[in-house]
């Protein structure tokens, strides 16, 4: 369950609630497979029957299609019970924290839920990030501390947060695999020498200096990388029930976390290391000679920096040895992709910081307006494709109809006359409506993908086997397999959150018979060289499962600002102590309240002022150095709680207006005036599209000077606009207009590019429009099912029920200021949505006959109301229905000379035998 620490509070800390409340409550939450839970049910001997699982599904099915009545719509909701309790674990809840003082409380007293006290475990680094914190029952928390501190070496000094951030590993969701034969080797460093902006912090009252200089640094080659045999590799993906071997796995296990790229490690060691299998481990023996391994015996290398305390166990045969007592497994939290996508989509940080000109901004949104357009051309095919995504062929449909994706698009592809549907339209319409906006923020598509960000593992095998480490590639080359099959030699790489212009590195790419040997399994990743500085590049990036976007676009490649130097600072050092539980609820409340978005709104309003500013004036420069500043500030934010100390954040003179003081020097007066110029206090013009607030206050502005212009000029504001050569008057009242607008609307990038989206007519209103509407509702129905009239008026009455209730939520639920999807509140109405579904089917038991009546209140008695419930509930039922009433499908196909040409790609529609 989840809880809000307010609430809490309100019952004195003292709540009981059975599961019906918490869905009711929107506080059941739906939690992956991860080691706290399977810790949690082994530590109570209540691990999860599958036998049993599977028996009260199967008589829940037979009972969904069996005589409706009372008795069987309450056996029903009885089994129901009984499955939810079979799978829900009690003894593990979040708070999320209102605010400190109600933490310390709960900190020190804990919380009784349903009568047991709950107390606090831990909070992960995201989970600190949104103040929210786990809590353990006191039945089971000292055996689940006992068993997930797997016999580590409590005395080992640790920095709090960096133990807490460990212990979070634990929560993570993942895909349980075997464990495989590993070592554990040392990490590999290596210096390198750069030139960079180099950031040193002074008074939080005022700038920070900063120096072009260049720097020594040395580079953890590997950091958060180790290797996986193609061998392993297989065996772990017959495990995970794919049809391929993945590039890529991000592994986790008890304090291990990271990257592991396949790699021939056994046929290197042949070929490069004279068939010498012998290397050292990171351990050492009694006599503190290094404890050596045999790679014959090993198929996954581990480095030091992906077992976080490896120092805490004597031998990694004591760490395993820890592992199978305590019951602490392996697992994938995620792989690399059998395909890599061919598109992508940008976001404002990558755009405001190219140099591009009106050109290129028409250039780069031309994909993204050619293919919205195209969804609104009424071409069924065409927009099957935009629901389902590219490189179409029966494979993929057949996966797509068998997936939890949404049921209306399933339907849509089975009975392609339903894109005559009203629902139908209105949701294709919304979801183009949204892709517009967000296009304004930045999101538009371009050539490319996101991929994993692999360090050359040829490299990694010489510095495993003590050799002079120089892999295949040389400083500034770079290696991928996707890009090099599309014979492009030059890319730009960019990771998020990316701040400053040096951010963007363009990537030299090579190919010869030896990268094509040794990297054959890294059909995915983009491979960097192990002698750059390209790490420090990519803002802090590490090697383990760290994603970048490529792209092959000109407007990008030309737009990169190749002589901007990296930001860089001399980050403290955290101080290892052996963390008390105080220590961990303090490095808790200090990772509370991030100020990273602020600071990121901060640099997106510099690029926006940059624009209205002359690069030769002072405002400009001081300008460019506080965004550098803030770049820095973003990395002191998230070692803040590394150090366990406070940072510099946002300099008051850059947000705030300073009034003249006493006696000011004429040097003072300058500075203040200069500050005021260049205040960072006003979002850029685009962020309309992301802030509700900030839209209207924009629009009341525009709406007064509206009314102004008539009154003072006797033009509109936009016939004002328009007037190429101003007498004093008009220029000055303009300049009154831009200078107390609530936005900086100046030609920024991200502002051309919002405003180019904005001039677009994209003809979707018309989806809207049509003479006839589908109405063959009958077809979603089962037809062998008799009508009951008294039936469905207890159904509507449930149904009437439960509109109220959720009409009462929406408007007691408080607005967000942001215009963004808010996940936590789909799951809650997910979650709602389910347990309609089990009231309803109280009343009528029978499944189909139930859709039947959902579907006649719905599509015919009020053909108005909202039919998302109806797809929700019903959805793959409607699709089935419709499935029985055809024999094959037509299906866009992917063809080199077909005649429907989607994202640079050409489909022809194919008569498809039905899956």
């Known amino acids: 369950m989840k809880f809000e620490s307010d609430r809490l509070k309100k019952f004195n800390y003292d709540i009981s609630i059975?599961?019906?409340e918490a869905i009711d409550n929107k506080e059941l939450i739906a939690v992956f497979e991860n080691q706290l839970i399977d810790t949690i049910l082994d530590i109570t001997k209540r691990h999860i029957d599958v036998n049993r699982l599977k028996y009260l599904e199967k008589e829940i099915h037979k009972l969904k299609n069996s005589t409706s009545d009372d008795g069987n719509g309450e056996k029903l909701?009885?089994?129901?019970?009984k499955l939810n309790e079979l799978i829900y674990v009690p003894e593990y809840i979040t708070i999320e924290m209102s605010n400190k003082t109600q933490y310390k409380r709960l900190y020190s007293k804990g919380v009784l839920i349903n009568g047991v006290k709950y107390k606090r475990f831990n909070s992960s680094a995201s989970q600190a990030r949104v103040n929210t914190v786990l809590f353990i029952a006191e039945t089971v928390f000292d055996e689940l501390r006992y068993r997930t501190d797997n016999g580590r070496n409590k005395i080992v000094p640790i920095a709090p947060a960096k133990l807490n951030a460990y212990r979070g590993l634990y929560g993570s969701s993942r895909y349980k695999v075997t464990t495989p034969n590993f070592c554990v080797v040392k990490d590999f460093e290596s210096p390198t020498s750069f030139n960079v902006n180099f950031v040193t912090e002074t008074d939080y009252s005022e700038d920070d200096e900063i120096e072009e200089k260049s720097i020594t640094k040395m580079f953890n080659r590997f950091d958060g990388q180790g290797l996986i045999s193609p061998k392993q590799a297989e065996k772990w993906a017959k495990e995970l029930e794919i049809d391929y071997i993945p590039s890529q796995f991000c592994i986790r296990g008890s304090f291990l976390k990271g990257m592991l790229t396949v790699f021939d490690i056994h046929e290197w060691v042949e070929e490069f290391n004279?068939?010498?299998?012998?290397?050292?481990?990171?351990?050492?023996?009694?006599?503190?000679?290094?404890m050596l391994v045999d790679l014959r015996c090993v198929d996954v290398i581990i480095t030091e920096s992906q077992l976080k305390l490896w120092d805490s166990w004597s031998s990694v045969d004591h760490y395993r040895q820890c592992c199978v007592e305590n019951n602490m497994s392996w697992g994938i939290s995620i792989y690399a992709p059998k395909y890599d996508k061919t598109f992508f989509y940008q976001n404002y940080q990558f755009l405001q910081t190219l140099n591009l000109d009106d050109n290129d901004v028409a250039t780069i949104t031309d994909k993204f307006v050619k293919w919205i357009k195209g969804v609104t051309s009424e071409n069924v095919y065409y927009t099957m494709l935009f629901l389902v995504g590219m490189n179409a062929n029966e494979e993929k449909f057949n996966q797509f109809l068998n997936s939890k994706n949404a049921s209306w698009i399933k339907a849509l592809i089975v009975e392609p006359k339903?894109?005559?549907?009203?629902?139908?339209?209105?949701?294709?319409?919304?979801?183009?409506?949204?892709?517009?906006?967000?296009?304004?923020i930045g999101q538009i598509i371009v050539d490319g993908n996101f991929q994993v960000i692999v360090s050359d593992p040829f490299a990694m095998m010489e510095a495993v086997c003590g050799k002079e480490v120089k892999g295949l590639l040389a400083e500034d080359e770079h290696y991928s397999n996707y890009w090099n099959n599309l014979n492009i030699e030059e890319v730009v790489a960019s990771r998020s959150p990316l701040t400053y212009r040096s951010e963007h590195v363009l990537l030299k790419l090579i190919k010869n018979d030896d990268t094509e040997k040794w990297y054959k399994y890294c059909y995915s990743g983009i491979i960097l060289n192990a002698h750059g500085n390209e790490t420090d590049r990519f803002a802090g990036s590490d090697f383990d499962y760290d994603i970048i976007a490529t792209?092959?676009?000109?407007?990008?490649?030309?737009?990169?600002y190749r002589k901007e130097l990296p930001v860089v600072y001399e980050a403290p050092k955290p101080s290892k102590v052996i963390p008390t539980e105080n220590d961990l609820y303090n490095a808790d409340t200090f990772s509370f309240n991030s100020i990273i978005g602020g600071l990121t709104n901060k640099s997106t309003s510099g690029y926006a002022l940059l624009a209205n500013l002359s690069p030769e004036s002072e405002e400009y420069k001081v300008t460019l150095r506080r965004i550098k500043s803030i770049t820095k500030a973003q990395s002191a934010q998230i070692d803040k709680t590394k150090i366990g100390q406070e940072v510099k954040g946002i300099v008051p003179k850059w947000v705030k207006y300073q009034l003249p003081i006493k006696d000011e020097t004429e040097q003072e007066r300058y500075e203040r005036e200069l500050n005021n110029r260049i205040l960072l206090d006003k979002h850029p013009y685009f962020f309309m599209h992301l802030y509700s607030n900030t839209k209207k206050k924009y629009k009341d502005h525009v709406k007064k000077y509206e009314i102004l212009s008539l009154q003072r000029l006797g033009i509109t504001l936009t016939e004002l606009k328009s007037v190429k050569r101003m007498n004093d008057e008009q220029l000055n009242f303009i300049d009154e207009f831009y200078r107390k607008s609530p936005v900086i609307e100046s030609d920024c990038v991200m502002n051309k590019i919002c405003k180019r989206i904005e001039s677009?007519?994209?003809?979707?209103?018309?989806?809207?429009?049509?003479?006839?509407?589908?109405?063959?509702?009958?077809?979603?129905?089962?037809?062998?099912i008799k009508f009951n009239q008294d039936t469905y008026k207890k159904v509507k009455k449930k149904y009437s029920e439960f509109n109220s209730m959720i009409r009462n939520e929406m408007n007691n639920t408080q607005v967000s200021v942001k215009t963004t999807y808010d996940e936590s509140v789909a799951q809650d109405?997910?979650?709602?949505?389910?347990?309609?579904?089990?009231?309803?089917?109280?009343?009528?038991?029978?499944?189909?006959?139930?859709?039947?009546?959902?579907?006649?209140?719905?599509?015919?008695?009020?053909k108005t109301s909202n039919k998302d419930i109806m797809w929700s509930l019903f959805g793959d039922e409607i699709v089935d229905n419709l499935k029985s009433n055809k024999d094959y499908l037509y299906l866009p196909i992917q063809d080199e000379d077909g005649e429907i040409e989607y994202l640079n790609k050409k489909y022809t529609v194919r008569k498809v035998e039905l899956f």
């Not at 909701?77 to 019970?81: F, M, R, S, V």
């Not at 007519?761 to 003479?771: A, R």
Request: aromatic share 8%; with cysteine.
């Open 77 to 81: 909701q009885d089994l129901q019970l």
């Open 829 to 862: 109405i997910n979650i709602v949505r389910e347990r309609l579904k089990v009231e309803l089917l109280g009343v009528c038991n029978n499944e189909k006959e139930l859709m039947n009546y959902v579907i006649h209140m719905i599509c015919v008695d009020n």
């Open 418 to 440: 339903l894109i005559k549907d009203k629902y139908i339209r209105n949701k294709i319409y919304n979801m183009l409506k949204k892709k517009i906006q967000n296009a304004s």
């Open 18 to 20: 059975n599961i019906d």
């Open 551 to 560: 792209t092959s676009d000109k407007s990008v490649i030309k737009g990169v």
């Open 274 to 290: 004279e068939g010498n299998y012998i290397i050292e481990s990171i351990y050492k023996d009694d006599s503190d000679n290094p």
């Open 760 to 784: 677009v007519d994209f003809e979707i209103k018309k989806l809207l429009k049509l003479d006839e509407w589908f109405d063959d509702y009958e077809s979603f129905m089962n037809k062998d």
